[in-house]
């Protein structure tokens, strides 16, 4: 059974790099597509964005200027990096796989809780 | 980009009862790529729902999914009491995918 766990860390000052990362287990990397999604009480849950195997990113246009993800394909891992935070993207992180791009989100990692103060 | 508007915002019923959850999008949702997940405290969303209608492996056929275009439904047939929880609407068809704010189905 897939599993995704995620980390990274919890608490940042503005202006800092929010970095996560996400590990799967228990099946196959290639060939799925990997998610970063975030959920806050003032703006609900929230697309960050995408990527494949092959490192093929699609990203919210509302991050895309911040947004970096990435893959280490040799270690089952996908990335997330946010540049230049504010209190704004205090919310929690949420990692997910999709079976296609064109697909909803069918495992989701446990989420980590990002602060930004 | 597409908005998910859901409704109500909270629905409140007693095991048992029959649950109605709307989701209506800002435009048409291209062949139906619409999704519906569950969500309970401290909890990630779980996939119920997807291509409108499609139970995702696992989930009881006492969840249901109607619509097209831009108005779906989520209805959940003789609750039980693991079905409490926040109910969330996605797209999926377009880039960027968005989600509704979700509706609260809590016991009466």
């Known amino acids: 059974q897939v599993q995704l766990q995620q980390w990274g860390a919890g608490l940042l000052k503005p202006s800092e790099t929010l970095s996560l990362t996400c590990a799967m287990y228990?099946?196959?990397?290639?060939?799925?597509?990997w998610s970063w999604i975030r959920q806050s009480p003032g703006k609900g849950l929230e697309w960050i964005g995408d990527?494949?195997?092959?490192?093929?990113?699609n990203y919210n246009p509302s991050l895309k200027n911040r947004v970096t993800v990435s893959v280490d394909t040799s270690k089952n891992q996908f990335s997330l990096n946010l540049s230049s935070v504010t209190a704004a993207d205090t919310a929690v992180y949420y990692c997910?796989?999709?079976?296609?791009?064109?697909?909803?989100?069918?495992?989701w990692g446990q989420g980590t809780t990002v602060t930004v103060s | 980009e597409i908005v998910l508007t859901q409704s109500p915002g909270t629905l409140s019923l007693s095991p048992g009862e029959r649950a109605t959850l709307s989701c209506r999008a800002s435009q048409s949702v291209g062949s139906n790529y619409l999704a519906w997940y569950q969500q309970k405290p401290g909890q990630a969303p779980k996939l119920l729902l997807y291509?409108?209608?499609t139970r995702a492996a696992g989930i009881p056929d006492r969840f249901s999914g109607s619509g097209s275009g831009t108005d779906f439904t989520l209805s959940i047939n003789r609750l039980h009491p693991e079905d409490f929880g926040v109910y969330f609407c996605q797209h999926y068809g377009s880039s960027p995918w968005t989600f509704g704010q979700g509706t609260r189905v809590e016991i009466k």
């Open positions: 997910a796989r999709k079976i296609v791009e064109i697909f909803p989100l069918d495992v």
């Open positions: 228990g099946g196959s990397f290639g060939g799925f597509f």
């Open positions: 291509g409108a209608s």
């Open positions: 990527i494949n195997h092959r490192g093929i990113t």
